[in-house]
């Protein structure tokens, strides 16, 4: 069983900058994985915000970028603004057509 | 562009088989460049991939939902479906239709608003 690994929690300052990451609880996420990052303000669906571990969706700020840090996915915030507290969720693409959602990183900024 | 609005009873009793359908408008489900699928999210809970289909038939499932799951997808009325068989009251849940590329890179482009399914006697 694949689980995908998220901080269940982070806050940043307005203005500061926060990296979100994504991992495998077994093995190292790289890009053959094709991590996507999505962002979810409730009671909505979830907004695609980065493809191919850093490729910005069309119309996403480029305050949000994507990267591998070590062996995981990262989802960085340079520059936090209030309307970025929501619930950010990486996605892995782990082949033969299965995907594998992580368990979400609540995002307060404050 | 494209957008999916799901379907179906709100409400599901406990054993019975949970029934959705997802419609897609502003274009042709059968366009080749994208697979449909479902995500689901339990209440206060993140989001798990249930399963998705092409518009020849094709489907893949999540391997831990496998066995209660079955998709097919309808060309003629721009439309796929979910069932979900021998539900508890675990598989509460809102539940989103998607589409997403067939290919890379890929990614999640359509989603539909979403539909919960409460599982209760």
């Known amino acids: 069983q694949t689980v995908v690994t998220q901080e269940p929690s982070f806050s940043v300052s307005p203005g500061g900058t926060v990296t979100l990451t994504c991992g495998l609880s077994?093995?190292?996420?790289?890009?053959?994985?094709?991590p996507s990052w999505y962002q979810q303000t409730p009671g909505q669906a979830p907004r695609t915000l980065i493809y191919?571990?850093?490729t910005r969706y069309s119309g996403v700020p480029d305050r949000f970028s994507g990267s591998i840090l070590g062996n995981k996915a990262a989802l960085t915030i340079t520059g936090a603004q209030a309307e970025d507290e929501s619930d950010y969720y990486c996605?892995?693409?782990?082949?033969?057509?299965?995907?594998?959602f992580g368990g979400g990183t609540k995002l307060t900024v404050l | 562009q494209l957008q999916l609005q799901e379907s179906g009873p709100g409400l599901v009793k406990p054993s019975e088989t949970l029934s959705l359908t997802c419609t897609v408008s502003g274009g042709s489900i059968s366009s080749g460049s994208y697979y449909w699928g479902w995500i689901r999210q339990p209440p206060g809970k993140g989001l798990e991939w249930i399963g998705s289909?092409?518009?020849?038939?094709?489907?893949y499932y999540n391997p831990s939902l496998k066995s209660r799951v079955t998709m097919s997808v309808d060309t003629s009325k721009n439309q796929f479906s979910l069932k979900l068989s021998s539900v508890t009251a675990a598989d509460t849940a809102v539940y989103y239709c998607a589409g997403h590329l067939a290919f890379a890179p890929y990614r999640f482009d359509y989603w539909g608003q979403g539909t919960l399914v409460t599982v209760s006697s």
């Open positions: 191919s571990t850093n």
């Open positions: 077994s093995g190292s996420v790289s890009t053959s994985y094709n």
């Open positions: 289909i092409y518009h020849s038939g094709s489907t």
């Open positions: 996605v892995l693409y782990m082949g033969s057509g299965i995907w594998v």
